[in-house]
């Protein structure tokens, strides 16, 4: 027998002693759900995919990325990121910039062309795709992926709906756009531009389409009824996006008046700015902190010189003035009339004040339930019509892009369940990885990377985009600030700290196994593992 | 402090990958950056089916500290044990958890044997075989101090480790030299006006080490592997007689869940309770700094040794003995500079003994 060195004497090992019988708890590995992937409203698997770009691996990040979501370029752009809003690292330092990794990561991909593949065989089956929004375009990529044969149709002559008419440029360049765009296209779907479908059940039976999403948006910018001389200049926020990003922008003149509180209203201020108006002016009649634009846009609206009167409503519109009344909230938070005007001279008004969607492509389909100008749609994107699904802006929800990916993808599924005749089944969920199971004692302090940003001139005078991008490293640094929450990353902290060597390393990227046979359950790996991966449950006995 | 193989417990390019800079590793990090304890071709010396309690940090301490040493010294190490806990759970006869060549002999002559066994050595021409003593905190503090005291002046080529965890657990959590103010133990009951052990006794071993003047001292604790395996390393590179003082909790005597070993082995460090440093030849020159400082408090709600200084609901009970015991972790932060990682300038001398208040 091969004795370890100067040992003379043949002993038994203590190996002899499985000490698992002492246990009375074991600890097992889980999975639990980071509070990012629960967040985002396009389902992506954030910790996933900041794993693979954390070991600098940019093409299998992206790859995870996009199973979720097409267009991290734009999303890494436009997105409002509730995903860093929930990140746990905010309770410890900052929250990790996800969204600034994303779009590193898509424009990684666009830089270097990496597409995504179509594996699954061809179904035979035709879906009709209306509308080429995130929510359509989402919806196309998805069925594609899944075998399934796409007609895209747009109504307008250039595809990305809301992304392309409503959202400025300086946030959104076309160029990326446009790549992504066309990214999808490549996997093969039929697109069809300037191609209104006016009668949804009428398009199906003409071409005999096994099924139809509809995501037709809101287009459809909101009117109020405002007393107005002849020659007052009044239009609409979404005409006025639309305008901006067609051949003929809008004149406006130098003084420009936006009526409401949401992010259009602080889109068409910006676009006001960069058209030449030097004094944009946003009224809103409630306070600031019940606007609905997002912080980040006021934000940048402020530091491009737009000004905010808040508590007051427009009561008049005349040739170069406007008549305000000042409101004031009663105690339900609700802006009430004071009866006090004043003055304010401006050239034009725009009215910011909501969009409705334009159904009138469901007429011929009475089991599609519509309230409150919205179709009602369950979680499954379903309409009452069979075969019939609906998502974006036209149904209730946040109207963001992000949401719209989300609708998009879950209807993808539906759908392709219902083309297949198996009951669709999400994924089961697991339990939220919380702050409280986290140790974060184990985590460097890593301040968060800012994005650079247009300076202040440039912003104000052209559509050049506003945020820029992390360059490699800041973005790998970025992605190495993922706590890991609720899921191994293999820092070999519980095959360090067991004092039983009840540990077995399974290998790079196969994470660990207990060992019953030594473990004795004392624990000590459940408190000390950083992420909170590992459960300690009670022993059945 | 030049040497090349001075590699310092946690580098600037561990900074930023998550955890690398203080768990035990990370798939990211350079292997040779990772701690010893990560490595699966790690000794293991003290293996698996010993019989130590649930969680406790003896065991864990010691695997850390030899692992550590046998990296050090290419596998070969003797390593010398005195009587305690250690040796009675991994030792039952005919079974044997340790995986390196082990010696024991009594309580109080570990020292001894391992000046011994290095001058056997030494007549044997085998400078490559580097020896090891180690012993429990009554084994070094107490009853071995007399042959530890004489190893340290005849600086013997010896690194002696002790594990402590501030009582003599293995006989049933009887008081030893190294308890600290108020902790509740067999012979210190928590009764009475001063309830628990008393302040103005006992003695801190790393000062007296420092005191003989040794080529290192060192102190550390089971929550901090980069750092306990640096001092390792450290004192593996130098010759004579060197010190290593662990901080090991003890589920069992301190009255704490198994579960928390490490977690308060951590607050005792970053209360400032147990100052973490080094010194070479007579002089500090290193101390780990406080990450997050805590009161003492968040330290002894954690054990049942101290139970008795809170009432159910958890309010303190005793609130004006607790502000001695922070007094004492406040002074160690000023005379250690714990909370700014400086290096202290005044000597080892003019730092009171551990318990003073």
């Given at each position: 027998m091969e004795r370890p060195f100067a040992i003379t004497l043949g002993v038994g090992s203590s190996l002899a002693n499985k000490t698992g019988s002492w246990r009375v708890e074991r600890p097992v590995y889980v999975d639990r759900l980071p509070p990012c992937n629960d967040a985002c409203p396009a389902g992506e698997n954030v910790q996933q995919w900041l794993y693979h770009a954390e070991a600098g691996d940019y093409e299998a990040a992206w790859r995870q990325l996009v199973a979720d979501n097409p267009l991290p370029a734009v999303m890494g752009r436009v997105c409002y990121h509730p995903c860093e809003t929930a990140c746990n690292r905010a309770q410890l330092d900052e929250a990790v910039g996800i969204n600034a990794v994303e779009r590193f990561l898509g424009d990684q991909a666009l830089a270097r062309g990496w597409s995504p593949a179509v594996e699954a065989p061809p179904t035979g089956r035709r879906v009709l795709v209306v509308g080429s929004g995130p929510s359509g375009l989402a919806a196309a990529f998805h069925l594609r992926r899944r075998g399934h044969a796409v007609t895209l149709d747009e109504a307008q002559a250039e595809p990305g709906g809301m992304m392309r008419y409503g959202i400025p440029a300086y946030r959104l360049p076309r160029a990326v756009l446009d790549a992504e765009i066309e990214r999808i296209e490549g996997m093969g779907l039929e697109l069809r531009l300037s191609h209104p479908v006016t009668d949804a059940a009428a398009a199906m039976t003409a071409e005999g389409f096994d099924a139809a999403f509809l995501a037709v948006g809101a287009q459809i910018g909101r009117n109020a009824y405002i007393p107005a001389g002849d020659s007052a200049r009044i239009l609409d926020a979404l005409s006025l996006l639309r305008g901006t990003a067609s051949a003929e922008p809008p004149q406006l003149g130098r003084r420009v008046v936006v009526v409401g509180g949401g992010n259009t209203a602080m889109d068409a201020a910006r676009t006001a700015r960069r058209l030449g108006a030097t004094d944009a002016v946003v009224v809103y009649r409630r306070t600031r902190d019940r606007m609905p634009a997002h912080d980040i846009e006021v934000e940048e609206a402020l530091a491009e010189g737009v000004r905010m009167r808040w508590l007051a409503t427009v009561a008049r519109a005349d040739a170069g003035r406007l008549v305000l009344e000042r409101m004031r909230l009663d105690d339900t938070g609700f802006p009430q009339p004071t009866g006090e005007f004043e003055e304010l001279a401006a050239d034009a008004l725009v009215l910011a004040l909501g969009q409705d969607a334009d159904l009138s492509c469901l007429q011929a389909m009475p089991e599609v339930t519509v309230t409150d100008g919205v179709v009602r749609v369950g979680g499954d994107m379903?309409?009452?019509?069979?075969g019939v699904f609906a998502g974006g802006d036209m149904v209730e929800g946040e109207r963001t892009v992000t949401v719209a990916i989300g609708h998009g993808k879950r209807a993808a599924r539906t759908i392709d369940a219902y083309l297949r005749g198996t009951p669709a089944a999400d994924a089961a969920r697991h339990p939220l990885a919380s702050y409280d199971r986290l140790n974060t004692w184990y985590y460097a302090d890593a301040p968060k990377s800012l994005q650079p940003e247009l300076d202040l001139a440039r912003r104000q005078s052209t559509f050049d985009e506003v945020v820029g991008g992390l360059d490699e490293s800041t973005a790998l640094f970025e992605a190495r600030r993922c706590l890991s929450c609720g899921n191994c990353f293999e820092c070999d902290n519980c095959y360090g700290v067991c004092p039983d060597n009840a540990v077995r390393k399974l290998g790079p990227g196969l994470r660990y196994a207990f060992?019953?046979?030594?473990?004795?359950?004392?624990g000590i790996c459940v408190t000390e593992c950083p992420c909170g991966a590992i459960d300690l449950v009670p022993e059945q006995i | 402090m030049s040497e090349p193989d001075r590699v310092p417990a946690r580098s600037e390019r561990l900074k930023f990958y998550q955890v690398g800079s203080f768990a035990a590793g990370n798939r990211l990090v350079d292997p040779a950056l990772r701690t010893v304890q990560s490595d699966e071709g790690r000794t293991n010396s003290i293996t698996s089916g010993h019989r130590a309690c649930q969680g406790c940090g003896e065991a864990l301490g010691a695997r850390y500290a030899l692992d550590a040493a046998m990296r050090a010294a290419d596998g070969r190490i003797v390593a010398v044990n005195a009587t305690g806990c250690l040796e009675v759970f991994s030792t039952p006869f005919p079974e044997t958890s340790w995986r390196v060549a082990w010696l024991h002999s009594l309580f109080g002559n570990a020292p001894a044997v391992a000046t011994g066994v290095a001058a056997a050595l030494r007549v044997r021409g085998r400078p490559d075989i580097r020896v090891v003593a180690q012993a429990g905190d009554g084994g070094t503090v107490d009853i071995g101090f007399g042959t530890l005291s004489g190893m340290f002046e005849r600086n013997d080529d010896v690194l002696f480790i002790c594990y402590d965890n501030e009582a003599y657990m293995n006989t049933g959590v009887q008081r030893s030299g190294a308890t600290p103010p108020l902790a509740r133990t067999a012979t210190t009951e928590a009764a009475g006006p001063e309830p628990g052990n008393r302040f103005g006794q006992g003695k801190n071993l790393p000062l007296l080490a420092i005191a003989h003047g040794i080529p290192y001292v060192a102190t550390a604790t089971v929550a901090d592997l980069h750092d306990l395996e640096a001092k390792v390393r450290r004192a593996m590179v130098l010759h004579g007689a060197r010190y290593l003082h662990v901080l090991v909790p003890c589920p069992l005597g301190w009255g704490s869940e198994p579960r928390d070993t490490i977690r308060i082995a951590r607050l005792a460090g970053e209360t400032g309770l147990f100052p973490v440093f080094a010194a070479e030849d007579g002089v500090v020159t290193e101390v780990t700094p406080i990450r997050q400082r805590q009161p003492v408090e968040a330290y002894l709600r954690l054990q049942g040794r101290y139970?008795?200084?809170?009432d159910a609901q958890g309010r303190a009970r005793r609130p004006e003995l607790i502000a001695r015991l922070q007094a004492i972790a406040d002074r160690n932060i000023a005379r250690f500079g714990l909370d700014r990682a400086r290096v202290p300038t005044?000597?080892?001398?003019?730092v009171p003994a551990r318990g003073a208040s």
């Open positions: 379903a309409t009452g019509h069979p060992d019953y046979d030594y473990c004795k359950g004392c | 139970r008795h200084l809170f005044e000597t080892a001398a003019t």
